[in-house]
């Protein structure tokens, strides 16, 4: 069985940043995506952006291009969301998760496998 953790969030300001961190563990993590997404009261999971294991390509919302950066570290099986120049419209519950099928890369967040249990990003105007 796989389990993400996340770590990294908190209130931070307008125009801030935050790192966001999610470890995973398992007999045998090998994913083929890694992707991030986010919730705000009373709307859907949102994707914000995703990361093939093997590779390294990334993709990410248009809301976020430019100013998140998604990476990982295999070694440490850990994924991160760099976020930089933080609105107050980034405000929600961030979720990793692990997506198994090879060969796509998906925004979908039904399409994925495995999910941390989120953490809280707020941006104060």
């Known amino acids: 069985q796989v389990q993400l953790v996340e770590s990294g969030g908190g209130l931070v300001q307008a125009g801030g940043s935050l790192r966001l961190s999610c470890a995973a563990s398992?007999?045998?993590?090998?994913?083929?995506?890694m992707g991030w997404f986010r919730q705000a009261p009373g709307k859907d999971r949102d994707f914000v952006a995703v990361?093939?294991?093997?590779?390294?390509?990334?993709f990410y919302a248009d809301s976020v291009k430019g100013r998140f950066t998604i990476s990982r570290d295999n070694a440490k099986n850990t994924v991160y969301l760099q976020m930089n120049s933080l609105k107050p419209e980034d405000t929600a519950v961030y979720y990793c998760?692990?997506?198994?099928?090879?060969?796509?890369?998906?925004?979908?967040?039904?399409?994925?496998?495995?999910w941390g249990q989120g953490t809280q990003v707020t941006v104060s105007s």
């Open positions: 398992g007999r045998t993590f090998s994913p083929s995506a």
């Open positions: 990361i093939t294991w093997r590779s390294g390509s990334t």
């Open positions: 998760a692990a997506d198994k099928t090879l060969g796509v890369v998906r925004t979908t967040p039904y399409a994925y496998d495995y």
